[in-house]
């Protein structure tokens, strides 16, 4: 837990984070320019009505682009047990999430690969 001079600057911090965010909102709520027209205030659920009748395929790249960054993402988070584990459980436990990540890149690599040749 924190203590003393270590909690006072702690909330010292918090409150220049919160001000900082407030007054960088507000500052953009004064500063950005107001027009409204009829395309922004019409509902529509899909995005902006379609310019062409015939719909444009979704770049697979991108998904795999996504995924690829939640598996970095995971293998770091997890890759701390590696170094901050104590026990042989823990080590065990980021040996096997290391290898379903290892799977998992494998496969997201083949899917793009096969993506692009198609």
């Given at each position: 837990m924190l203590?003393?001079?270590n909690m006072e600057t702690f909330l010292i911090y918090l409150a220049g984070v919160t001000l900082a965010v407030f007054?960088?909102?507000f500052l953009g709520v004064a500063l950005a320019p107001y027009r409204p027209d009829s395309v922004k205030n019409d509902h529509f659920e899909c995005g902006l009505p379609a310019s062409s009748s015939v719909p444009?395929?979704?770049n697979f790249g991108f998904f795999v682009y996504a995924i690829m960054f939640i598996v970095a993402d995971m293998t770091g988070l997890f890759f701390t047990l590696?170094?901050?584990g104590q026990s042989?459980?823990?080590s065990?436990?980021?040996s096997?999430?290391?290898l379903i990540m290892a799977v998992?890149?494998?496969i997201a690599m083949k899917e793009h690969r096969y993506a692009e040749n198609s």
């Amino acid at each position: 837990m924190l203590e003393g001079e270590n909690m006072e600057t702690f909330l010292i911090y918090l409150a220049g984070v919160t001000l900082a965010v407030f007054l960088l909102y507000f500052l953009g709520v004064a500063l950005a320019p107001y027009r409204p027209d009829s395309v922004k205030n019409d509902h529509f659920e899909c995005g902006l009505p379609a310019s062409s009748s015939v719909p444009k395929k979704a770049n697979f790249g991108f998904f795999v682009y996504a995924i690829m960054f939640i598996v970095a993402d995971m293998t770091g988070l997890f890759f701390t047990l590696f170094v901050y584990g104590q026990s042989r459980y823990a080590s065990l436990m980021a040996s096997f999430f290391a290898l379903i990540m290892a799977v998992a890149i494998t496969i997201a690599m083949k899917e793009h690969r096969y993506a692009e040749n198609s």
